[in-house]
Structures are given as structure tokens and as C-alpha cells.
């Protein structure tokens, strides 16, 4: 089970934790892109769709590894425009605890390994023995 204390002197996270504890298996997802089962772009253009897709696929990791949101402990996010954050929590507070959310950090990039990606996702989880 994951924890998340407060922190004392720090201000709370606005759709982040800034710690994250747990005890278990260490289940690192490599960064996800907005392709869907076929390798075809979903969402050229759209932040929340390409987004969407993200998160399906972080879902579809996560499983496969035996594990869930509920596991994520960090979410790291590289962003082509730092403006599209706001379609991209949309995404994520569909898939995630919000009240109980994982430790983040966002980053602005010059570029994805495609032109046409606006977003890429990487989450590290613990999952309980």
C-alpha cells in the first residue's frame, strides 16, 4: 500500500504528492505515447486525446506487470508545450485516485521522438508483495 504523508513547510501539491512510500515490487513504465494498438497516432493535434491514449496505454503496462493506477508512485511527464497540462490532468484524473495521487514532475521538451506527439508518460509503481 502506498502512502502519501504530508510534508511539513511545503505547500501541498496541486494534483500531485510530493512523497510517495511504499514497500514492495518496483514496476518501471518506459515513457508512453499516444499510439494506439495498430502503431497508428491517436489524436494528431489534440493534447486530450493524445492524452487519453497515454493513459490507456500506462493502463495496459501496468497490468501486464500486475498492477495498477492504484500502484503508481511517480509520474513523469514530458511535454511539448507546457500549456496542454491542463488536458492532460483531465486524462489523468480519470485513470488515477485524485485524493491520493502520485509524486509528479512535468517538463517542457523541444521535442518527442515524433513531430506529431505532444506528450509522453513515464510512471514508476510499487506494487505490494
Request: net charge negative; charged share 20%.
Given at each position: ?29 518506459s515513457g508512453q ?54 488536458q492532460i490532468r ?40
Amino acid at each position: 500500500m502506498l502512502e502519501m504523508p504530508p510534508v511539513d513547510g511545503i505547500v501541498p501539491g496541486n494534483g500531485y504528492s510530493h512523497v510517495v512510500v511504499g514497500e514492495g515490487r518496483i514496476v518501471m513504465i518506459s515513457g508512453q505515447i499516444a499510439l494506439n494498438d495498430r502503431g497508428e497516432l491517436v489524436g494528431p493535434g489534440d493534447a486530450g486525446a493524445q492524452a487519453r491514449q497515454v493513459f490507456e496505454n500506462l493502463r495496459r503496462c501496468l497490468a501486464a506487470a500486475g498492477a495498477s493506477f492504484a500502484d503508481v508512485a511517480k509520474l513523469t511527464y514530458f511535454v511539448t508545450d507546457i500549456a496542454i497540462l491542463p488536458q492532460i490532468r483531465t486524462a489523468r484524473d480519470a485513470f488515477i485516485d485524485t485524493k491520493h495521487p502520485p509524486a509528479s514532475s512535468a517538463m517542457q521538451v523541444a521535442a518527442l521522438v515524433r513531430p506529431d506527439l505532444l506528450l509522453e508518460v513515464e510512471a514508476m509503481a510499487i506494487v505490494p508483495w
